[in-house]
């Protein structure tokens, strides 16, 4: 195995040095790299050349589970501690993507509302169903959340609020700013996920003071899908 290292970098670094650092002897490894390659040795370069191919035309996010699953689907009979070996001795890693903040607290003791929508995204006129969600976005100074409050008939944004935290005011402030944008009649429907800024008494308070039904999902997260949709496009 050491020599093995040595050979793929002796391009890079100098082999006598290498010999040193890895306690091998220099004369060792030149005898070992005159000897023929075995059928093992050639093997493990093509398969090597193959997971290449299959981890950049995935983009480098690929794994060693999901390269092995890609060689086997196109033919290659490899077990995956092969694969995973080969890609550890190589460097070559999956890329992962990182995980944003969470956005919904939804173990919580408070009441919740039944799902009034029921993924009837089709609306006959504005103010008559609100649909309100919670994003974030990463930017250089970090994650900045972003409330807003949607209307489905016109799939506009009519109210928002961001900061750097994630309060129980966030949330509220967006509702406040439709209400004052909109100044909708009674009975207009109001969903969201069952997270606690939207559970929370103060915004259920707000919700009962203007005369709106609450609807919450039951943790389907296409329900409110549009909010965050209309407002990245």
């Not at 903040?101 to 009441?111: E, F, I, K, N, Y």
Request: charged fraction near 20%; charge should be positive.
């Amino acid at each position: 195995m050491r020599f093995c290292f040595i050979d793929d970098n002796r391009r890079v670094y100098p082999v006598r040095l290498m010999c040193a650092v890895l306690e091998v002897s220099a004369s060792g490894y030149y005898a070992w790299r005159g000897r023929p390659e075995s059928a093992r040795v050639i093997a493990d370069r093509d398969l090597t050349g193959q997971i290449r191919h299959v981890h950049a035309d995935n983009r480098a996010i690929y794994g060693s589970p999901r390269v092995h699953a890609a060689l086997c689907a196109q033919g290659h009979q490899v077990s995956v501690n092969r694969v995973a070996r080969l890609m550890r001795h190589h460097g070559i890693q999956g890329r992962y993507k990182r995980r944003g903040p969470r956005t919904t607290d939804s173990q919580h003791a408070l009441p919740l509302a039944p799902n009034l929508l029921d993924r009837q995204f089709e609306v006959s006129a504005p103010n008559r169903t609100w649909l309100a969600d919670i994003t974030y976005i990463a930017t250089s100074e970090g994650w900045l959340y972003l409330a807003v409050v949607l209307d489905l008939f016109s799939r506009r944004v009519v109210g928002w609020s961001m900061s750097d935290t994630m309060p129980q005011e966030l949330t509220i402030a967006a509702l406040q700013m439709a209400i004052t944008n909109r100044r909708p009649a009674p009975g207009l429907l109001h969903h969201s996920d069952r997270g606690s800024q939207y559970a929370s008494h103060a915004y259920r308070q707000l919700l009962a003071d203007t005369g709106m039904l609450c609807s919450m999902s039951k943790g389907n997260c296409w329900d409110c899908e549009y909010t965050v949709a209309a407002w990245k496009a």
